[in-house]
């Protein structure tokens, strides 16, 4: 499934595609932000196991609030298809 997401970074309401991969155990997203590139990457790949949210990107350390407003707008977008 293909969404586009909005999240917060630094003050500034950022577009995202955002391709979600739904499994029964688990689901995996990759977020491509249309704009900071430089600072979010090409593309941010998380995973989503036991109820929790995981990823080896930068922007969890580098940019740790804008990680979480990701999360909070994945977490309304995949409640409706995970338990």
């Known amino acids: 499934m293909t969404k586009i997401i909005e999240f917060s970074h630094c003050g500034e309401q950022i577009r995202s595609v955002a391709i979600i991969n739904l499994d029964s155990s688990e689901c995996s997203v990759m977020v491509m932000p249309y704009e900071h590139k430089d600072e979010l990457g090409n593309s941010i790949v998380i995973n989503r196991k036991d109820h929790h949210w995981q990823s080896d990107s930068s922007i969890v350390d580098t ?21």
């Open 63 to 83: 940019h740790k609030i804008t990680y979480l407003n990701i999360l909070n707008q994945l977490n309304i977008l995949v409640a409706p298809y995970v338990n």
